[in-house]
C-alpha cells in the first residue's frame, strides 16, 4: 500500500506562483510513476501533469505547458508541481497518484492508470 499526502496549496493572486509537493511512502519511490491532477467545481478530474520513476521522462496538459514544472527526488520520496504564471481558471483540488511500475521509465496520463491517490490539496487563484 503507497500513502500519499499533498501539500502546499493554498490562495494566491493570478500572476504568482505556488510549489505543490507530495510526499510517498514505501521503500521503492523510484519505481513509481507519478502525475498531478486536478478537480475544479462541477467538473471532470482532469490530467496536469506526469513524471517517470527515474524523473527522465515528463509530460504536461497543454492548458499548463510552459507554467508548471513536474519534478522529484527520489531520496525524499517526494514529488513536485511547480506552479508560475497562475490564473483564476487553475483553481481545483489538486491531487497526485502513483502507480508501480516495473521499470522507472513509464509515464501515465488517464487517471484510471494510477493505483493509489492523495487527499487532495486546494489551490485558489484570485483575478
Known amino acids: 500500500q503507497v500513502q500519499l499526502v499533498e501539500s502546499g496549496g493554498g490562495l494566491v493572486q493570478a500572476g504568482g506562483s505556488l510549489r505543490l509537493s507530495c510526499a510517498a511512502s514505501?521503500?521503492?519511490?523510484?519505481?513509481?510513476?507519478m502525475g498531478w491532477f486536478r478537480q475544479a467545481p462541477g467538473k471532470e478530474r482532469e490530467f496536469v501533469a506526469a513524471i517517470s520513476g527515474s524523473g527522465g521522462y515528463t509530460t504536461y496538459a497543454d492548458s499548463v505547458k510552459g507554467r508548471f514544472t513536474i519534478s522529484r527526488d527520489n531520496a525524499k520520496n517526494t514529488v513536485y508541481l511547480q506552479m508560475n504564471s497562475l490564473k483564476p481558471e487553475d483553481t481545483a483540488v489538486y491531487y497526485c497518484a502513483a502507480r508501480i511500475t516495473r521499470t522507472g521509465l513509464a509515464l501515465y496520463k488517464g487517471s484510471g492508470e494510477y493505483d493509489y491517490w492523495g487527499q487532495g490539496t486546494q489551490v485558489t487563484v484570485s483575478s
Open positions: 514505501g521503500r521503492t519511490f523510484s519505481s513509481y510513476a
